[in-house]
């Protein structure tokens, strides 16, 4: 819509000018727009103190179980290893070997 005192262009569903604030209502009637005579539902207003207090439990509930299963056998048994006693140079060393390596698998399918 366009508003008729400053030529402002608008939305429909809108009641002021988005400028200058005078009242579209008029325009709003002369296009056919739906025009309410009561006052928006706002969902912001909704009272969720109920919905935020069982998503709570269900959190709860949800952390408690989760701590109860048991993952001890999806853990691998590999010794500890503190980051002192890591080479670097031969972790660097075995990461390019492998590149190579598997580069050399793609050029023999490639080729």
């Known amino acids: 819509m366009r ?3 400053c030529g402002w262009i608008s939305f ?3 009641d002021t000018c988005g400028k200058c604030g005078k009242s579209m209502e008029d325009e709003k009637r ?5 025009i309410s005579d009561k006052e928006p539902i706002n ?7 109920a919905v935020a207090s069982e998503a709570k439990d ?4 949800a952390s408690d179980a989760l701590s109860e299963i048991d993952v001890s ?3 691998d048994s590999a010794p500890e290893v503190k980051a002192e006693e890591i080479d670097l140079e031969e972790v660097e060393l ?6 190579q390596d598997f580069q050399k698998a793609l050029n023999e399918i490639a080729d």
């Open 30 to 34: 002369a296009i056919g727009a739906f």
């Open 43 to 49: 969902w912001f207003k909704m009272d969720l103190s």
């Open 73 to 75: 056998d999806l853990m």
């Open 94 to 99: 075995k990461r390019i070997a492998e590149d």
């Open 3 to 5: 508003c008729k005192k």
């Open 58 to 61: 269900v959190d709860t509930k």
């Open 12 to 14: 429909d569903w809108l």
